[in-house]
């Protein structure tokens, strides 16, 4: 039973990540310019190598046939060669992936720390005042691209790698705020409070554990925020990490960097929903 | 007189110079190739300046050729040899010494059809192998199977590689070698211990330590960046961040005089394209494209888009290019009346404020440009104003360069472009593949089987003979010929020639901005941070 299930997972899992790869590819090669290549332009050349030029990506034209290449290759760790970095893909990922995971990672912990602070007070103290300012404050970043963010604290000498937390902050606040409010309303939290527990005891063992499989859900959701949010910032900042190398492919219409990238995000953002989905049925049994 | 000034200038910078120090600019993607054989973006071009020797260097002020590594040299045959004498006693970087056997291990490997190098290309005039003969360790001679025109000035553009370095190209002969590298963030040259060239006062030049270049993409925060004193220069700036610089702190911006690069529109030509037949028939016209170029106000575009900093372009070549600039060609005078009447001569009606032709077909047509230059969509915009004025409806299109690309050189899908060229050579052979009809970047028409048009059968001759000519004045003489045929002809409406532009910290010294790549570091090897800047560099 558990084997089907596990197996049933992965064969998902496997079949939507060679779908997306498949569609990064057809959109890629089906988009206009990709037969055409800026050095054409070059008056040096002289005929023979621009007609080189333009055949040198010949194994790419087929799409089929360059998908199957590919993922023949990418069993074996082999993610071809950057059709305008003339790079190996698995080095330019493995260079850039780690400045986007730590922005991310700055991103996605300000953004909660920020969006909790600012939403557990305005539940407890339940202040017209500071729920206004709050409301006010979060809507104002909540307007505001990422991108314009990410260059205002540029040009100030600020933290730029805190501009994704001011993007997700808006949402976790809010949300944060109505399902903890939600929760305080809920029976057994008005038991306890007429049993006399302690506001302290109320919040961590009764609201808390109410509220973590939406905010789980809404943590799994943060992750793909914050990966489109920085591809704007890396490339306006110009920050070597995956976002700017995502640009600067899809620009070139550099198809293995674009499917090794699609292939990629898609592999994390299943991941990630995946363990949210744990964490959820994790707490929704504890809380059972 | 260039010649004295630049020579007293580089004595007085000799015995002003400081030594030591990290000079830092930018570069604005990452250098596709350290090959210098393979080098075709501004990354790898400035990183083959810096690191690589050549046999001839074009002076950037006194746009003359001067000896590098080879102290002398010979033409002969016609244009078909060229024999060098060599400096002696010098090695690569890493120790190696430099021999006539270098020189003809360079160019074999340059010449190699299969590396599809557009330097080989450049000497590339005819199908066939190049031969080397080495009379002597420092004696040369190579042979192309056909003359080349502007032979030795090409080899401004070869850097020199070791035959026998087991470091391959990382041997250099210039006066940095790359000793760090951390793709998408920086790049780092180190001084040559082993650079030849010595200045006034015989100490080994250069005079920095090192040059670190940062990767950098957004031209503001380039511009930020420099302000904040974090880097020293910006080789070439765009317009309107040159204007803001000039606003804030006028000494560090530096205003070189017309470039190289010019601006221009053309109209698609081509019989093949899916277009209108009625349409075809207009772009065909020389009335219609001489109008059209008479419509637009040139002295406008200048001052606005450009703020001052360009003036209107008469031809192809740029008053920058002493030599072969043709100063008698004048731009197309802005006279909308002059326009009509020209149009008025192919029928076409100018009625309740539109443009028809003789079949009543309203004059309506779409300009491409490619997305993201803001002064070409700015350009764009003028243009489509001075052009309502004369009842013709403009629509504007901006697309991804790559999408451009496609549609000029593949599809041709396109009415008229709006582009710039940049020219990488002064002599005139380097835009053979432009000026021939037969050509593929023969933009209004490419890859003719036999020339649309005897204007263009005219050019075609003229650009063979200059090219096969030994003789300068001759070239010159049939080069300014095919300038004339362009302007009057006007298959490219040149609409401006842009300043070279840059931005230079006053703690950088000997910095003397020119308008041929590289604007500001051409003469790196003297190069010099002032006194307090280096203190900063120490710590």
């Known amino acids: 039973m558990w084997i089907r299930r596990i197996f049933r997972h992965l064969a998902a ?31 040096r050349l002289n005929a023979h190598s621009v007609q080189a030029l333009r055949q040198s990506h010949a194994a790419e034209q087929h799409l089929p046939a360059f998908y199957i290449h590919y993922l023949g290759h990418m069993i074996q760790g082999d993610l071809g060669v950057s059709r305008s970095l003339e790079r190996p893909v698995t080095e330019l990922l493995s260079e850039r992936a780690p400045v986007t995971l730590r922005l991310m990672l700055y991103g996605i912990a300000s953004g909660w720390l920020l969006g909790l602070a600012l939403a557990v007070p305005a539940v407890l103290v339940r202040a017209p005042a500071y729920d206004l300012a709050s409301t006010a404050l979060s809507g104002v ?28 902050f808006p949402k976790v606040f809010r949300y944060a705020r109505n399902v903890l409010a939600d929760a305080y309303t809920q029976p057994h939290v008005l038991a306890a409070r007429a049993r006399g527990l302690s ?29 489109g949010a920085a591809i704007p910032i890396e490339v306006l900042c110009d920050f070597p990490g995956i976002g700017q190398l995502a640009w600067t492919a899809a620009l070139a219409r550099d198809l293995p960097v674009l499917v090794s990238l699609t292939i990629l995000v898609a592999v994390f953002t299943q991941i990630a929903n995946a363990a949210s989905d744990l964490a959820v049925s994790v707490c929704t049994r504890e809380r059972a | 007189m260039k010649r004295l000034v630049a020579t007293f200038a580089v004595t007085a910078a000799s015995l002003l110079a400081q030594w030591g120090g990290e000079l830092r600019f930018c570069l604005r993607s990452d250098p596709k190739t350290f090959n210098p054989l393979l080098v075709d973006d501004e990354a790898s071009e400035t990183v083959r300046y810096l690191t690589g020797g050549v046999l001839i260097r074009v002076n950037r002020l006194t746009q003359k050729l001067e000896p590098e590594l080879a102290t002398s040299w010979k ?93 391959k190209e990382a041997a250099t002969l210039g006066p940095f070698v790359v000793t760090h590298y951390t793709p998408g963030t920086d790049l780092v040259l180190e001084r040559n211990p082993r650079y030849w060239k010595t200045d006034a006062g015989g100490r080994r030049l250069p005079y920095l330590d090192r040059i670190h270049l940062d990767i950098q993409q957004n031209r503001e925060i380039e511009l930020l960046r420099f302000t904040r004193g974090e880097v020293h220069l910006i080789n070439t700036i765009d317009a309107e961040l040159f204007s803001r610089l000039v606003k804030q702190d006028p000494a560090m911006a530096q205003d070189a005089g017309p470039s190289l690069e010019s601006e221009m529109m053309w109209f698609n030509q081509n019989p093949s394209a899916p277009l209108p037949d009625y349409e075809k028939a207009w772009f065909r016209s020389q009335n219609f494209r001489r109008a059209l170029s008479s419509a637009i106000n040139r002295a406008d575009i200048c001052r606005i888009v450009y703020y001052g900093h360009a003036q209107p372009a008469a031809g192809p070549i740029s008053p920058a290019n002493r030599f072969w600039f043709n100063a008698a060609l004048k731009p197309h005078a802005f006279d909308p009346k002059d326009a009509l009447a020209r149009l008025q001569r192919d029928g076409f009606r100018f009625e309740n404020g ?55 050189t593949q599809t041709f899908r396109y009415e008229a472009c709006l582009l710039g060229f940049t020219n990488y050579d002064l002599d005139p052979s380097s835009q053979m593949n432009v000026w021939l009809s037969s050509a593929e970047n023969h933009q209004w028409y490419p890859n003719q089987k036999i020339p649309a048009t005897p204007w263009e059968a005219e050019i075609d001759r003229l650009m063979h003979a200059q090219a096969a000519a030994v003789d300068t004045t001759k070239r010159k003489s049939d080069f300014d010929k095919v300038q004339e045929i362009v302007s009057d002809q006007a298959p490219f409406l040149y609409l401006v020639t842009k300043d070279s532009l840059s931005a230079v910290s006053p703690k950088l010294r000997n910095v003397q901005p020119a308008m041929i790549r590289p604007e500001t570091y051409w003469n790196a090897e003297y190069l010099a941070l002032a006194p307090a800047q280096l203190a900063r560099s120490a710590r």
């Open chain 1, 13 to 43: 899992f496997v079949i939507t990540i060679l779908i997306a790869g498949l569609l990064g590819a057809t959109l890629v090669r089906f988009g206009p310019g990709f037969e055409s290549d800026e050095q054409e332009l070059d008056p």
């Open chain 1, 199 to 227: 506001p302290a005891s109320i919040f961590f063992r009764q609201v808390s554990l109410w509220a973590a499989p939406q905010l789980l859900t809404l943590a799994g959701v943060s992750i793909g925020i914050a990966f």
């Open chain 2, 354 to 408: 539109a443009l028809r032709d003789r079949d009543g077909h309203l004059v309506e047509f779409s300009l491409i440009t490619n997305s993201g230059n803001q002064a070409r969509e700015h350009m764009a915009a003028m243009i489509q104003q001075d052009l309502a004025a004369i009842g013709i409806k403009l629509n504007i299109v901006t697309l991804d360069f790559r999408s451009l690309i496609e549609r000029i």
């Open chain 2, 75 to 167: 033409i002969s045959r016609q244009g078909r040899a060229i024999a060098f004498q060599l400096r002696r006693g010098l090695s690569f970087s890493d120790g190696t010494p430099f021999t006539a056997e270098d020189v003809a291990y360079t160019m074999h490997a340059l010449m190699d059809p299969a590396l599809h190098s557009p330097t080989g290309d450049s000497f590339r005039s005819a199908p066939g192998d190049v031969e080397t003969t080495v009379q002597a360790p420092d004696r040369i001679t190579i042979v192309f199977p056909a003359p080349v025109a502007g032979l030795d000035r090409l080899f401004d553009q070869v850097a020199i590689l070791s035959s026998r370095s087991p470091k």
């Open chain 1, 141 to 168: 970043f909540l307007c505001v691209p990422t991108a314009v963010v990410a260059l205002a604290l540029f040009f100030a000498n600020g933290p730029v790698r805190f501009a994704i937390g001011l993007l997700i």
